[in-house]
């Protein structure tokens, strides 16, 4: 597919703004867009790609750095699989610590739950 979209159609493709879109850019998480003669932003299906993925990694609690880092890394073969796979294991880590913590806190709201008559008196 080489056919190009304006930013708010790559927002609502991607599920993000159009001003994340900008903040990506400014940041350096998204390449800069092509231009129009008009000056508008062009975008193509790998930016949209690459802005799921921003967006996906950003839900999952990865920090820009560590985005910065994956995406550097997306198009560049000199990157060993060692370091991806380091960078993605260490992350597994700590989403595990935070299922954990989750859970922990799930199960002290169910007690709480349990506990509670649910009546407009004081427990």
């Not at 001003?19 to 299906?45: T, V």
């Not at 550097?72 to 060993?80: E, L």
């Amino acid at each position: 597919m080489n056919e190009t979209m304006n930013i708010g159609q790559a927002a609502k493709a991607a599920g993000v703004s159009a001003k994340m879109i900008r903040h990506y850019e400014r940041i350096g998480l998204l390449p800069q867009a092509e231009r129009n003669d008009s000056g508008y932003r062009l975008y193509r299906e790998r930016d949209v790609s690459l802005l799921r993925f921003i967006r996906q990694s950003r839900s999952m609690g990865l920090s820009v750095p560590q985005i910065a880092e994956l995406t550097g890394m997306w198009g560049d073969a000199s990157h060993s699989s060692r370091t991806v796979k380091a960078m993605a294991q260490c992350h597994i880590a700590n989403l595990e610590g935070k299922l954990r913590e989750i859970a922990e806190m799930k199960t002290l709201l169910e007690m709480l739950v349990k506990d509670c008559s649910g009546n407009d008196q004081a427990d």
